[in-house]
Nanobody, 122 residues
Framework: QVQLVESGGGLVHAGGSLRLSCAASGRDLTNYVMGWVRQAPGKERELVAAVGRIGKNNYYAQSVKGRFTIFRSNADTTDLQMNDLKPEDTAVYYC????????????????WGQGTQVTVSS
């Protein structure tokens, strides 16, 4: 089993920044894709960023390109740096993992953290 624990959410004004962190454990995650999925009230889950093996293959949703950066410093830790935050970025952010290739559909991820709330005020 893979355990994922997120941290770093909070309340920020529009234009501000937050950094989310995901700590993974339970097995060797070298070949796992790590992603960040968000869900706003009344909306479907959306993959905002994902990263494959260290240094290889990133994905960003169009809505966050140029503002969010995903970092994977080792197999077990994945951060999401969020800059120039907008009220529409308000959501619960989940760390998610799957074995091998990046997929855009959140349902394609097998392991999930408990989520961390990000609230951006206007």
């Amino acid at each position: 089993q893979v355990q994922l624990v997120e941290s770093g959410g909070g309340l920020v004004h529009a234009g501000g920044s937050l950094r989310l962190s995901c700590a993974a454990s339970g097995r060797d995650l070298t070949n796992y894709v790590m992603g960040w999925v968000r869900q706003a009230p009344g909306k479907e889950r959306e993959l905002v960023a994902a990263v494959g093996r260290i240094g290889k293959n990133n994905y960003y949703a169009q809505s966050v390109k140029g503002r969010f950066t995903i970092f994977r410093s080792n197999a077990d830790t994945t951060d999401l740096q969020m800059n120039d935050l907008k009220p529409e970025d308000t959501a619960v952010y989940y760390c998610a993992a799957r074995l091998y290739g990046i997929v855009v559909t959140p349902g394609g991820y097998d392991y999930w953290g408990q989520g961390t709330q990000v609230t951006v005020s206007s």
